[in-house]
């Protein structure tokens, strides 16, 4: 049966959510104008959640469960629900409830005008501290200068992307995905609509300070060259002002004698500073020959411990590669 709409939503611990999130899921699917499934991506969860989706898809087979055989990550779980949707436009959105289940609408009827991807855009965003509103605002004002993306400010993974987008989106492998700009990068007609983000449902935040900083060096180091132009940049200014500050200083000792600029503390601030733009530099390099030797192993991107809720020889693998033993397992 063909599905015309396709909701992934990636689940980490979220127990205490998601008894809401399918209240509100269904309410929403019984009003859209054609067949629905929600594929909710249990990204190693340690609580109940594998639990209460199981009890989910049982008593609502629209709601539809991959279950990773460990954690690896929100941007895999993204990857692996718009691998496995059949819809003819597909919705990424969270599970906190933040981003309000009910925008779906909005985003829908800009995909009927022939926009391929319709961006969320948050308008206000609730219960977020200022220093959280100040970096997320910062990130997007870095990555929109440092690449060629042109990515709104405060639009999150909320989006609706049409088949044809999902298709290209599969063709992707890369190891450090930055699902928000992949989206972006494959081109076609894209728009935006406004919303109100709201507090967090219940639970806790999975993105700690230390998650959202990985995130962004993904982000950039994904879609740009620019820190290494920096360095490479900075270089040549250093080797300059070394090259010409040799003769200068030379002049200067002839002329005031050997007690100009002398002493070892001089020495010492200058050698202690290069250094450690020097190291800065070559942490730069690391992270790009990481990535290098990340996708030169070829792993696959996440494995698949369990399917809940598809149908036997359902699940489109043309385009991702070869069944994982795992999945292969799970499908029997």
């Known amino acids: 049966m063909s599905v015309r709409y396709s909701i992934v939503v990636p689940i980490f611990n979220e127990e205490e959510v998601l008894p809401e999130l399918y209240k509100r899921m269904s309410a929403l699917l019984d009003t859209l104008d054609g067949s629905a499934e929600v594929i909710a991506v249990n990204d190693g969860s340690r609580d109940h959640s594998l639990e209460i989706l199981r009890d989910i898809n049982a008593k609502d087979p629209r709601f539809k469960v991959i279950s990773f055989s460990r954690n690896f990550g929100h941007q895999m779980a993204l990857t692996a629900g718009l691998d496995y949707a059949q819809g003819d436009a597909v919705i990424a959105i969270d599970a906190d409830l933040q981003d309000p289940p009910e925008v779906i609408h909005d985003l829908i009827a800009q995909w009927k005008n022939g926009y391929d991807v319709v961006l969320a855009v948050r308008s206000e965003r609730l219960g977020e501290t200022i220093f959280k509103k100040f970096t997320a605002s910062l990130?997007?004002?870095?990555?929109?200068r440092?690449?060629?993306?042109?990515?709104?400010v405060d639009s999150g993974d909320f989006r609706l992307m049409s088949r044809k987008v999902i298709d290209s989106m599969r063709l992707l492998r890369e190891q450090h995905r930055y699902m928000r700009g992949l989206s972006v990068w494959v081109g076609f007609k894209q728009t935006q609509v406004q919303y109100v983000r709201q507090e967090r449902y219940a639970g806790t935040t999975k993105y700690p300070l230390k998650k959202m900083l990985r995130f962004a060096t993904n982000a950039i180091t994904s879609?740009?060259?620019?820190?290494?132009?920096?360095?490479t940049n900075l270089g040549m200014v250093f080797a300059v002002l070394g090259f010409l500050g040799l003769p200068i200083i030379g002049i200067l000792r002839l002329e005031y004698g050997e007690a100009f600029l002398g002493g070892q503390a001089t020495t010492l601030s200058i050698v202690l500073f290069m250094g450690g733009v020097q190291l800065i530099f070559l942490g730069i390099i690391g992270e790009y020959l990481?990535?290098?030797y990340d996708e030169v192993k070829r792993r696959p991107l996440y494995l698949v411990g369990e399917f809940i809720g598809f149908e036997q020889n359902s699940i489109p693998l043309k385009q991702t590669g070869p069944l994982s033993y795992l999945e292969a397992d799970a499908r029997r």
């Open 139 to 144: 990130f997007y004002r870095l990555i929109n």
């Open 223 to 231: 879609f740009s060259y620019v820190p290494l132009q920096v360095a």
């Open 290 to 292: 990481g990535r290098i």
């Open 146 to 152: 440092l690449t060629d993306l042109k990515i709104p």
